[in-house]
């Protein structure tokens, strides 16, 4: 695959902004686990190599289960993961799959577990990933 654009080097400001949102979502006061399966999952949505690639690594250094990543795409499966992940998870998929809309059903299950600060961070950690994946899809990110 041929890499199309250099963000960083064609418009470094544009990068700065990204940059910053994801600080942002670092700064933030979630959880390194739930950073973590916002960031992989949506990555698994979106079909972003790069991204899967890189978080699921990030993941496993802060301490996640190998099989947890595994099973993270059949979450609704098993009972791997709490009830405030799975329900980070249902909001990162219908986020992710906005085309289909956020379900009253998601939305008050998550604010029913987080207060409004926690569940504007987890919203923008979505967000923010998505917004990666799309450029790193786009320009054809190669893997590190």
């Not at 219908?94 to 987080?114: G, M, P, R």
Request: with cysteine; hydrophobic share 40%.
């Amino acid at each position: 695959m041929k890499k199309r654009v250099d963000i960083i080097g064609s418009q470094p400001e544009a990068y700065k902004a990204m940059s910053a949102l994801e600080g942002y979502v670092k700064a933030s006061s979630l959880s390194t686990t739930h950073k973590e399966l916002i960031k992989i999952r949506a990555s698994q949505i979106n079909g972003c190599a790069y991204c899967i690639n890189m978080h699921t690594r990030d993941a496993r250094k802060a301490g996640e289960t190998e099989q947890r990543i595994y099973m993270l795409n059949a979450w609704r499966e098993t009972d791997l993961y709490t009830e405030e992940e799975k329900a980070i998870l249902a909001l990162t998929e219908e986020v992710t799959n906005i085309k289909n809309h956020v379900s009253d059903e998601t939305f008050e299950k998550a604010a029913s577990l987080f207060d409004d600060k926690y569940l504007t961070d987890i919203l923008m950690a979505i967000v923010t990933i998505n917004s990666w994946n799309r450029l790193a899809i786009t320009s054809q990110k190669e893997l590190d």
